[in-house]
């Protein structure tokens, strides 16, 4: 029974995974659990329309929206930190993962803007560069329309003088 089961492994198909099929299968194991994001996301919009002092805050906190990486296209940011998180199912990434971009401040007015992001060609530069060790990560969101729609890249910042930097 044995040498028919060793037989049938020597002679079956071997399927060799992608390089883009091992890396979503990395990013499931580091991946988190999305539902208490969305409980969290929503709880903080419910406060801020409690919280309003007048209607036009009441109104502008219900119509608020999680930013994503499309509303900071041409922004000079600095990212510090990120998490992978699993998309739902109804979601058609790529990757099926997104990123939770919470340690990241705009260089321009140097408030914090967490974003999150499914697109690939910001994912992966942001997980090199952590694996690399060089986060933090001085650079700007580009756009560009592609025949497949949209597409968003990251573009380091050059090196400047050192300035006094907000950093995390």
């Not at 199912?89 to 967490?114: G, M, N, Q």
């Not at 690939?120 to 997980?127: D, F, G, R």
Request: aromatic residues 6%; contains cysteine; negative net charge.
């Amino acid at each position: 029974m044995a040498s028919k089961a060793v037989d049938e492994t020597k002679t079956g198909t071997v399927t060799k995974m992608t390089p883009v099929q091992r890396f979503v299968e990395v990013l499931a194991l580091e991946a988190e659990d999305s539902t208490g994001d969305a409980t969290e996301f929503v709880e903080s919009i419910l406060t801020a329309m409690i919280e309003a002092q007048t209607m036009e805050d009441v109104i502008a906190a219900q119509n608020q929206g999680a930013t994503n990486g499309k509303s900071l296209v041409n922004v000079e940011l600095e990212i510090s930190w990120f998490r992978i998180v699993k998309s739902a199912d109804r979601f058609k990434t790529p990757l099926k993962h997104y990123a939770l971009v919470d340690k990241v401040i705009r260089l321009d007015t140097l408030e914090s803007c967490p974003f999150s992001t499914g697109a690939p060609n910001l994912i992966i530069p942001l997980w090199k560069a952590r694996n690399l060790g060089v986060l933090p990560l001085r650079c700007v969101i580009r756009s560009r329309e592609t025949d497949n729609g949209e597409l968003l890249t990251l573009e380091l910042l050059p090196k400047r003088p050192l300035e006094d930097g907000p950093g995390f």
